[in-house]
Every structure is written in C-alpha cells, then in structure tokens.
C-alpha cells in the first residue's frame, strides 16, 4: 500500500510538472510570433507608401523642371532668332543706304 501511495504521488508530481511547461509558453511564443509578424508587415507596408509617396513627388519635381528648363530655352530660341532678325534688318538698311548714294 506504501508503495501505491508513493506510486500515485509521483504520478501526480509528473503529470504536473509536464503540464506546467507544455502549452502556456508554447501559446505565449506563438502569440509573440504573430504579434512581432503583424507590426513587421505594418511597417513594410508603410516605408512602402512613404518610398511611392516620395518617388511620385520626385517624378513631379523632375517633370516640372522640365517644362520649365523646356519653357526657358524657347524662349531664348525666340529671343536670339529675334536679334538675329534685327541685326539682318540692320545690315539690310545699312547696305541699302551705302547703295542709295
């Protein structure tokens, strides 16, 4: 009867013993692992929206300057062709007074 009473004793130190460290730190980790998962795709998701956010703006920038630099050398296009187009009107007067006399 000792040796059952000593038997059923071990038997309930073992049973708790396994069931203290089995399943709560097991559920703990697993719920650490999803939570740590979940912030690492939050913030992968956002860098993500601010790296599009600044390439849209720099496409923007870069596009603008453009147009202007673009705006820029037609205009001094213009203004050349229309010195150019004074000189010749000059020149143009001057030989026809020297072939007037």
Do not use: I, N, R, Y
Not at 39 to 53: N, Q, T, W
Not at 79 to 100: D, F, H, L
């Amino acid at each position: 009867m000792l040796k059952f009473k000593l038997f059923a004793v071990a038997a309930v130190a073992m049973l708790a013993f396994t069931a203290c460290g089995s399943s709560a730190p097991k559920a703990d980790a697993s719920s650490a692992v999803e939570s740590a998962a979940k912030d690492a795709s939050s913030a992968v998701e956002s860098a993500g929206k601010e790296v599009s956010s600044a390439a849209e703006s720099a496409a923007k920038d870069a596009s603008s300057a453009v147009e202007s630099a673009s705006s820029e050398a037609e205009s001094k296009k213009d203004s050349v062709a229309s010195e150019a187009s004074s000189e010749s009107g000059a020149e143009t007067t001057a030989v026809e007074s020297t072939t007037a006399k």
